[in-house]
């Protein structure tokens, strides 16, 4: 059960109501995780809007979903693992690549070495080194891609944390986690 309430859409009312239509009209549904943000329409909001921001971003939605899946792992966010894993199924993301990503790896060199240093910026609490920094560079990742990553990074977290507290009813197709605790 849930520690902090999910809002009923149809019980909603002001800024919530609006948030809700729109996120509607975007998904045809409103996901457990926004109904319980709204608590805090201001909460809902700014997780909405950071998401939307980022995803006119240059990284590639794919590899956003990627980087959700790698910080969901590393921290037991169960609703995060099932609704990333749904949502990259979407995508095109193949069973394959989801496992993959939930252990930061990949195929692709330029994929790994992203999910690599995703996982190095989450168990090191941002305590990244000049070589890890180099090493994307010298794949072709400039600054603004770097920002991005870690922005992404920043949104995963913030959806992992909520969850936790809030202990979200998951409202995806469940999954179970690859590493022991």
Same mark, same amino acid.
């Given at each position: 059960? =849930? +520690?902090l309430p999910a809002i009923n859409?149809?019980?909603a009312t002001g800024h919530a109501q609006e948030?809700? +239509?729109?996120v509607e009209n975007r998904l045809g549904f409103i996901p457990n995780v926004l109904r319980t943000m709204a608590n805090a329409p201001v909460v809902l909001e700014g997780y909405l809007e950071f998401s939307k921001a980022l995803s006119k971003g240059h990284l590639? =939605?794919?590899l956003r979903e990627q980087i959700s899946l790698a910080v969901a792992e590393i921290n037991a966010c169960r609703y995060c693992l099932a609704a990333h894993s749904a949502i990259g199924k979407t995508i095109g993301l =193949?069973?394959?690549t989801i496992e993959d990503s +939930?252990?930061?790896i990949s195929p692709d060199s330029q994929t790994a070495a992203v999910l690599q240093f995703v996982r190095k910026l989450v168990i090191d609490r941002g305590m990244v080194s000049h070589a890890d920094l180099?090493?994307?560079r010298g794949l072709g990742f400039g600054n603004g891609d770097i920002a991005e990553i870690i922005a992404n990074v920043s949104l995963s977290l913030f959806t992992n944390y909520f969850n936790h507290v809030a202990e979200t009813e998951v409202d995806f197709p469940e999954v179970s986690r690859l590493r022991a605790s």
């Open positions: 059960m =849930s +520690r859409p149809d019980h948030l809700f +239509r729109g590639p =939605s794919k =193949s069973e394959e +939930r252990q930061a180099a090493h994307l």
